[in-house]
């Protein structure tokens, strides 16, 4: 047990002198010279925790996500679900230009590889986040779909102003990009759709589906269908 919290406070020291690197001089700066020197281990130490230079990129970006992750898991949720959504937009796109190094890592492994636990996490705090706005009525296309979008398009906002040399970015541009989502994904967006369709009520009611304990699997498996169809409506 002692030699398993060694490892642990090893591997933590080096992927703290890693995130430093990598946040000062980007992903050029970590060599299995410099992280050894900056955490004050031999370089056999960092083949043995974490392979080739690859799983060293990849335990760093995990960690820098995990990191944020809890830092949001941590924050008080807004009583408004849609004004809760659209911080956390804002909290993403602030953490992807403040970590370009890491968010490139990120989208890197996102397609070549299974993704992380991290983004994994990271996604499925996205997904409650729009359950909640089903859960009251306000989401206009399915919880699936919504998820995706949103995600694509914080990916997508943050890559363009990322290779956006600074000076020449558009300052609105992650805002508009935001209220372009939530207009397409609410049911109550002025001017987009009906609110009073039956597609919010039968994507309010899948998504408290959950909560019904007077219903048999059955039933719930058949119902879950119906309402899937009837919020494609």
Not at 100 to 119: L, Q, W
Not at 137 to 159: C, M, Q, Y
């Amino acid at each position: 047990m002692e030699q398993d919290r060694d490892t642990q406070d090893v591997r933590a020291r080096v992927l703290d002198a890693a995130s430093r690197l990598i946040a000062e001089g980007g992903v050029a700066a970590l060599t299995t010279r410099a992280v050894a020197s900056a955490a004050s281990v031999q370089a056999p130490t960092l083949y043995r925790l974490f392979g080739e230079k690859r799983g060293l990129l990849h335990a760093v970006a995990e960690h820098g996500l995990a990191t944020f992750l809890a830092h949001k898991a941590s924050a008080k949720l807004h009583p408004d679900p849609v004004q809760d959504l659209a911080d956390a937009w804002d909290s993403y796109i602030g953490f992807g230009l403040a970590n370009p190094a890491v968010f490139a890592i990120m989208n890197e492994i996102g397609s070549t590889e299974v993704a992380s636990p991290a983004a994994l996490a990271g996604l499925e705090m996205l997904r409650a986040r729009v359950r909640r706005i089903a859960q009251a009525g306000r989401l206009g296309i399915p919880v699936e779909r919504a998820v995706g979008l949103i995600h694509a398009a914080g990916v997508g906002t943050v890559a363009t102003l990322l290779v956006t040399p600074e000076e020449q970015r558009d300052p609105q541009l992650a805002d508009v990009a935001r209220g372009a989502v939530l207009s397409a994904i609410l049911a109550d967006a002025p001017g987009e759709r009906d609110g009073d369709g039956i597609a919010p009520l039968a994507i309010a009611l899948g998504a408290r589906l959950g909560e019904a304990k007077a219903i048999t699997p059955g039933e719930r498996l058949l119902l879950t269908e119906l309402l899937d169809r009837l919020s494609r409506e």
